[in-house]
């Protein structure tokens, strides 16, 4: 069962580049890794995903090293709206949600 | 386009009543289905999943149930209710080889 381990929380201002990184064990080969982002009341929203090496959209960057134990989502110079929750994930047909990293961005 | 719809927005209900929660995904065929719960706070806990019809896999043993009469469809149910089902419920579904997941707008339930 793919399990993962992130920072609680995260405090960043305005501006700034943010870094989240998650350790995937037991992550499966054919495994991809997937980031989310959750506000208050609503669900969570699709960021980003990757299998391996780096994927860039128009809101992100993922960052997955070659043994694929770890990645590093990306958000270049945050806003106050970015504040919310992040996940990350692997995992084939049972997604197994952590904590979560609670970003706060301030002014 | 793809749409997910989960209903109702928000529910009080009183300890020991019934529960009857729907989802129901569009635009896709086949989609494997979840039921998460969110308590204040906290991460999402997975409650079921369902890679068919009929086909539902439990995580949590309760008080609560699902079903999924129909290929797009994926209910939430409980015979009576608790206080500690109190939550955010959020509905999602997956398709195609990557499996990234779409969530509906969510129930807030409050068992009073």
């Known amino acids: 069962l793919a399990k993962t381990t992130q920072p609680i929380s995260m405090d960043s201002y305005e501006g700034q580049e943010v870094n989240i990184t998650c350790s995937h064990n037991n992550i499966a080969t054919n495994d991809y890794i997937t980031w989310y982002q959750q506000f208050p009341s609503q669900g969570p929203r699709f960021i980003i995903q990757?299998?391996?090496t780096k994927v860039t959209n128009e809101v992100a960057s993922l960052f997955i090293p070659a043994d694929r134990k770890s990645s590093t989502l990306s958000l270049p110079r945050v806003s106050l709206s970015d504040t919310a929750v992040y996940y990350c994930?692997?995992?084939?047909?049972?997604?197994?949600f952590g904590t979560g990293t609670r970003l706060k961005v301030l002014a | 386009s793809q749409t997910i719809h989960q209903w109702p927005a928000t529910l009080v209900q009183p300890v020991g009543s019934p529960l009857s929660l729907e989802c129901t995904v569009e635009g896709t065929s086949n989609p494997n289905l979840y039921w998460y719960r969110q308590a204040a706070g906290r991460g999402l806990q997975l409650l079921f999943y369902s890679v068919g019809i009929g086909q539902i896999s439990s995580e949590v043993p309760q008080n609560l149930s699902a079903s999924r009469p129909q290929d797009r469809q994926f209910i939430l149910s409980s015979k009576k209710l608790l206080l500690s089902d109190s939550g955010f419920y959020l509905c999602a579904w997956t398709g195609g080889t990557k499996n990234i997941q779409y969530f509906g707008a969510g129930t807030r339930l409050s068992v009073l």
């Open positions: 990757g299998y391996k």
């Open positions: 994930l692997s995992g084939t047909y049972k997604y197994i």
